[in-house]
């Protein structure tokens, strides 16, 4: 390997993609390139190593006392924490034939000594480290948009008019398509009126709105070949100063590209989505764009968007999407007089791709109507079909006790307190949030929950305590606890998601802390001094990232055909999330030491 392509090589791993030209040289003329067999042991526990290993080719195991702590593969590094701590705590075994780069000890230690760059990558605090991944992440997969095809990105339906249509008969047209252009058929062959044509011609020039369209029409049109990748649109655009293409299938005109949104798809497909929503006329048109919220979703996981801010984008959507479904189906006698309320981490804003449903609809007290049952049902039903699976606990809206009176939800809301009998019924009711309808109705149940909460710490314990339920995936010994069974994979959901949220929801409670979002009740309760600021740093960023694992194994599911369980393999993590992960997980123990403190729940059976 020449020493290009050994800088090459080095380039793109972390720390090393850090440093400047001479650093990355010093390094390169400093390592050697070394082959071991299969079974060789490279370090061994409770020695001192003698220099880090960067792995070109083969795999290599991670051990202690038998059991896998982690796996090494192409570009992962190992163990620069032995070299600086001086002794390994654990073996390294090569599982299939190495070929790596070795950095001597002495080497690494001067480097780490005289370089702030790496001496901070390797003393950085979690949320540092989460922005490196985030920014290899972008490195690898930036280049996502260089294969992407007009078939991938929205498209405009096309609407036609005749040439002898009058501007006002076309405008009209356009308004109702809610659409910025409007394709004229001539004799001459396709022409296009856009919104800069009508300002042009018939505001400033004053053309008459009784005229025909097709004078103000511009003709040749280019069109493309809906297989043709889109940076070639985008080229053909620039080229010839337009900012539409007409998109062709079997020589028939199947849509219209416009350069915003090819533009907006080169950043983002939030734009797309919601303008697929605002022009949604019907259910099946909806659809369409719920299912398109899936690419938008994958779009932003590339280009390495945080995972806070990507979770604020698709609620939004998501919540747009239910709100016209719901106007839609619902009369608008039940429109004006109910509530169409989400819970669970739909009404926190934490909902990636599409989960179980967790929704419900207050009625205003005394109005009756007619066919509730049917419409529910086909509410259930439609979301069903756009692809929100039924909830196992059937917490919807066509179940009864989840569609009622305000009076119901109040009679509710007093036994849930009172007699605490449906701890979790509860929790998800606290994530609440509205959609469509009567916000006041939700407002007022809510209102009456703070009321009637108890505050004897004992209510608050028992709520607390399912925080404690499930044991985290981490031993004493910083080494995952793996499902043997299940292919040794950990579910990360239980292990580590939940914990947070319900710890973090339970202290909100307590204190009545009104918002709902997992991460702006830590922001709060931070502000009323109940944790310091560097932990609750740590516990936002541990949140995100195991979400963002979570979301990163959801596709990669979704791309083989398979349901995701919430189960994640840690095998499959590079070094640098493999450590995020241990130390997320570290957060969460110590997240739910301070619970178990707060509460006493030690206390309660």
């Excluded at 502000?527 to 990163?552: N, V, Y």
């Excluded at 979704?558 to 070094?575: A, F, R, T």
Aim: hydrophobic content about 40%.
């Amino acid at each position: 390997m020449s020493i290009l392509e050994q800088k090459a090589f080095l380039s793109h791993i972390p720390p090393f993609d850090k440093l400047r030209e001479p650093e990355l040289k010093a390094v390169v003329d400093a390592m050697d390139i070394a082959y071991f067999r299969k079974g060789e042991y490279l370090i061994r526990q409770e020695t001192s190593p003698n220099a880090l290993y960067i792995i070109i080719k083969g795999i290599v195991q991670e051990t202690r006392d038998d059991e896998i702590v982690s796996v090494y593969v192409s570009q992962d590094s190992f163990d620069a924490m032995s070299l600086l701590d001086g002794t390994s705590k654990n073996d390294f075994i090569v599982r299939e034939e190495l070929i790596c780069y070795i950095l001597p000890k002495t080497l690494f230690l001067n480097f780490i000594q005289n370089n702030d760059a790496l001496k901070r990558f390797y003393s950085q605090d979690l949320s540092k480290r989460l922005n490196s991944l985030i920014e290899q992440r972008n490195n690898t997969e930036l280049a996502s948009f260089m294969v992407a095809k007009i078939k991938d990105i929205y498209l405009q339906t096309p609407v036609f008019v005749e040439a002898e249509s009058s501007v006002y008969d076309a405008v009209q047209m356009m308004t109702h398509q809610k659409s910025s252009f409007i394709l004229v058929k001539t004799d001459k062959g396709i022409g296009i009126v856009t919104d800069k044509d009508l300002r042009d011609h018939v505001v400033l020039q004053r053309y008459s709105i009784d005229n025909p369209i097709a004078h103000i029409a511009s003709y040749e049109l280019i069109s493309l070949g809906r297989d043709e990748f889109l940076l070639h649109a985008l080229l053909v655009m620039l080229r010839n100063s337009i900012k539409h293409l007409l998109i062709e299938q079997d020589h028939e005109i199947i849509g219209v590209l416009e350069q915003i949104d090819l533009l907006s798809y080169l950043s983002n497909h939030t734009r797309l989505v919601a303008v697929q929503i605002d022009r949604a006329q019907n259910k099946a048109q909806l659809k369409v764009a719920s299912q398109n919220m899936t690419n938008m979703i994958k779009a932003f996981n590339a280009n390495g968007m945080k995972i806070k801010y990507l979770m604020q984008w698709l609620t939004e959507l998501n919540q747009q999407v239910l709100k016209k479904l719901y106007a839609f189906i619902a009369p608008p006698a039940l429109l004006d007089n109910s509530c169409f309320i989400v819970m669970g981490s739909e009404g926190r804003g934490e909902q990636i791709l599409k989960t179980d449903q967790d929704n419900a609809i207050i009625l205003r007290d005394g109005f009756v109507c007619q066919d509730l049952e049917k419409m529910t049902q086909e509410l259930t039903e439609t979301l069903i079909d756009f692809g929100y699976p039924a909830c196992q606990g059937k917490i919807m809206v066509n179940n009864e006790s989840w569609c009622r009176s305000l009076k119901g939800f109040k009679e509710q809301i007093f036994q849930w307190v009172i007699e605490f009998k449906y701890p979790l019924e509860l929790a998800i009711f606290c994530d609440a949030k509205a959609v469509a309808g009567d916000v006041t109705l939700l407002d007022e149940a809510k209102k009456y929950l703070y009321e009637r909460l108890q505050d004897n710490q004992a209510f608050f314990s028992y709520f607390a305590k399912p925080t404690l339920s499930f044991e985290t995936p981490l031993s004493l010994f910083a080494t995952f606890i793996v499902d043997k069974s299940y292919a040794n994979q950990l579910d990360i959901k239980k292990g580590g998601i939940f914990p947070i949220v319900h710890g973090v929801r339970s202290l909100a409670l307590e204190y009545k802390i009104i918002q709902m979002g997992t991460i702006e009740r830590i922001k709060h309760l931070t502000e009323k001094g109940i944790f310091d600021k560097a932990f609750a740093t740590d516990l936002i960023e541990a949140f995100g990232f195991m979400i963002s694992l979570r979301l990163q194994f959801e596709l990669e599911k979704m791309k083989e055909g398979e349901v995701y369980d919430n189960y994640i393999k840690p095998s499959q993590l590079n070094k640098l999330e493999r450590d995020l992960l241990k130390d997320s997980l570290k957060i969460v123990n110590e997240f739910k030491q301070f619970i178990n403190y707060h509460f006493k729940l030690d206390r309660i059976s």
